[in-house]
């Protein structure tokens, strides 16, 4: 659901309607949305949002008008089928499952459906707000809580969302924090009553309207530290933000920081990198989020920066330079007594190999190393040349902490 913020914006007129929202909540295989992704239809047909980019977008449509039209909640697996080639299906090879909710128009007296309040309040928040949406599937009415500050939150000290599981179960809560503190989304299952607590909901999808929690965080923008205010760090600043980092450019010179190409960061500083990356570590501003590339290629800047910032718990680290450059670098830092496995853990010469030469060129290079560095299962090799899923599944994803060896271009930048 929160991927719809931005529409909700310009959409808000739909929510006073009669409306129903399908959701994915369980994929397998290669699928194109992940869990938590959601379309709005309403009565009169309108569309907000898409589940996997018009594979079974008509179908979901249908049975949104057949659940308003019932005012029950539904949900639909949908994969791929050979044997019926009209059939809605995912080319793909994946499989969705889609929760199918219906919010009828509010009646005059009563409170507001709690799906179509929480929407509303979505639709108040700034572009990159910290929120989470908890809802309660498979009861009817259903039940949700917008969650600000959800990397703060205690499951067990809020009312509401002790409300959403009403048993109690401890289990429930520590599951339902997990995601609102780490991000993402996943579906919580709730216990029937006088049954334990299952581990996940049935594969039958007749079977799985069964109470749950569908749990969507979106935490703060990661940070991306940006040292160096040059060519390869202005063509850095879009690429970064395009995949969603708060970008921080920091140059000792005034002269560079002060270059108009630089406004489209969050924050230009003007500060000694090692000393600026000091006093943000300091003051808790970093974390296992945040990536930084060092671009200065100049000892005096990199060498002290990276002493420090190869000490912090970071999510990657890269630095520009040639494989001359490199071993050098690698000789000075062992002799200034960073640990070599901190030091193997340094993306250098930074980005992959993609024959990158020209600035816009090396940024992609750079965003695509921060990208697969996310993920331990990433070979960097064309697609075509893999077998298995294309999308993989975002809970088996594990970020990658600490390389043994890295795989980066050689470019001769001096």
């Not at 749990?215 to 600043?237: H, K, Y």
């Not at 071993?327 to 340094?346: C, F, H, K, N, Y």
Request: proline share 8%.
């Amino acid at each position: 659901m929160l991927d719809l913020i931005p529409s909700l914006h310009s959409g808000a007129h739909f929510l006073g309607s009669h409306f129903a929202v399908a959701t994915i909540v369980a994929a397998s295989g290669s699928v194109p949305r992940p869990v938590g992704t959601s379309m709005i239809v309403t009565a009169s047909g309108d569309v907000l949002g898409s589940l996997s980019g018009g594979c079974v977008e008509g179908a979901v449509v249908a049975l949104a008008q057949e659940a308003m039209d019932d005012g029950a909640a539904r949900r639909k697996r949908f994969g791929f089928s050979s044997a019926n080639a009209f059939a809605a299906g995912l080319t793909c090879g994946g499989e969705l499952d889609i929760h199918i909710e219906p919010v009828a128009p509010d009646a005059p007296g009563q409170a507001a459906h709690p799906l179509r309040t929480a929407l509303h309040q979505l639709g108040e928040l700034a572009p990159g707000e910290p929120v989470a949406l908890v809802r309660r599937l498979g009861t009817p009415g259903g039940g949700a809580v917008v969650v600000r500050e959800p990397a703060d939150a205690r499951a067990a000290e809020l009312p509401e969302l002790a409300s959403l599981v009403e048993q109690g179960h401890s289990m429930v809560l520590l599951r339902m924090e997990s995601i609102l503190h780490n991000g993402g989304a996943g579906v919580v299952p709730l216990a029937e009553p006088g049954s334990c607590l299952p581990e996940k909901l049935g594969q039958d999808p007749q079977d799985s309207l069964r109470p749950a929690l569908l749990v969507e965080s979106r935490l703060a923008p990661p940070r991306m530290l940006v040292f160096g205010a040059n060519d390869f760090g202005a063509a850095l600043i879009p690429a970064a933000k395009l995949l969603g980092y708060r970008v921080t450019v920091v140059d000792a010179r005034p002269a560079f920081t002060a270059q108009s190409r630089f406004a489209a960061a969050d924050d230009v500083v003007t500060d000694w990198p090692h000393r600026y990356l000091a006093a943000e570590s300091a003051a808790g501003r970093l974390d296992s989020r945040t990536v930084a590339a060092v671009l200065t290629h100049d000892p005096k800047f990199d060498l002290p920066l990276l002493e420090k910032v190869l000490d912090l718990d970071l999510a990657y680290v890269g630095a520009m330079g040639s494989r001359r450059s490199h071993l050098q670098r690698m000789e000075e830092l062992l002799a200034a007594g960073v640990r070599p496995e901190r030091i193997a853990s340094l993306h250098s010469p930074i980005g992959l190999d993609i024959g990158a030469v020209t600035p816009a060129e090396v940024a992609v290079s750079i965003t695509a190393e921060i990208v697969a560095a996310r993920n331990r299962a990433a070979s960097c090799t064309p697609l075509r040349d893999r077998s298995g899923p294309i999308h993989q599944h975002p809970a088996r994803r594990q970020p990658l902490q600490a390389p043994a060896t890295v795989n980066q271009q050689e470019i001769a930048w001096t």
